[in-house]
């Protein structure tokens, strides 16, 4: 499998002083599907925000380390010009501009270029036919899955190369999410482009993702193909649930475990 994007040692700090993300390395191969797993805080959007340029316009910069696409190095260029290059983000926020119909919503990253926008819009409703339907309803008005799918459609009209979807099932019912899946894995076959997404429930990354990360306070604690983190005991324990308590820290199930072994 071919590299298309390389994360190597990546440092990122917000206003000068506060290190959100420290060492991380990662990548993403050709029509690859990357998760990117950790609870509130790790540094997920902070790393997706890395790649996609956006750290900008949060007052962060990448202060060590490389992103390279297609061995091209990136870190530190503006969005625009990343997107250019085929790394398209689906935001967890502002997915969708709410005033707009899901048409127009569908052109706007691409502009009314004639014949080509038309049949590109036509080869999106082919992965999400229910936006067909809902073509000349405003995006204000769409459920949270419906809102989903066009953020994707949206993101899928600028033909990237990868696509970046943050937080990918965050508030929508797991049918919902189920057919979100099953799309992904569509597009991916289909128009062979990569994917990394930014995931806090495991169970959800694990059924769709060939391999995953495991971020925990800015750093990657774990990483495997879905077979590996599947059978992980750690990744059982905290993040599938098999623990059977509350939500701890990866950090804290390892600590919890060595005081097992020395005082249990
Ligand atoms: P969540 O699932 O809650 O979005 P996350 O894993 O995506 O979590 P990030 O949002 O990347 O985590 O946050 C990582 C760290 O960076 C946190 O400590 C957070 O407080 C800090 N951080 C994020 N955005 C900013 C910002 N604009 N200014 C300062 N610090 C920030």
Known sequence: MSVLLQVEKVEVVYKRVITAVQGVTLSVGERQIVALLGTNGAGKTTTLRAISGFLGLDDARVTEGSISFGGERLDNRPPHEIAGKGIVLVPEREKVFPNLTVAENLIAPVGRGGVSARRQEERVYHFFP????????????????????????????????????????????????????????????????????????????????????????????????????????????FYLGGGGGERRSYRDVKQYRRSRRWYG
């Open 130 to 237: 229910r936006l067909a339907e809902l073509r000349a309803r405003v995006g204000g008005l769409l459920s949270g899955g419906e809102r989903q799918m066009l953020a994707i459609a949206s993101a899928l009209m600028c033909q990237p190369k990868i696509l970046l979807i943050d937080e990918l099932s965050l508030g929508l019912a797991p049918i919902v999410v189920g057919d979100l899946k099953q799309r992904l894995a569509a597009i991916r076959d289909e128009l062979g482009i990569s994917i990394l997404l930014v995931e806090q429930s495991a169970a959800v990354a694990l059924e769709i993702a060939d391999y995953a990360y495991v971020m925990e306070n800015g750093r990657v604690v774990l990483d495997g193909d879905r077979a590996r983190l599947t059978g992980h005991k750690d990744v059982q324990e």
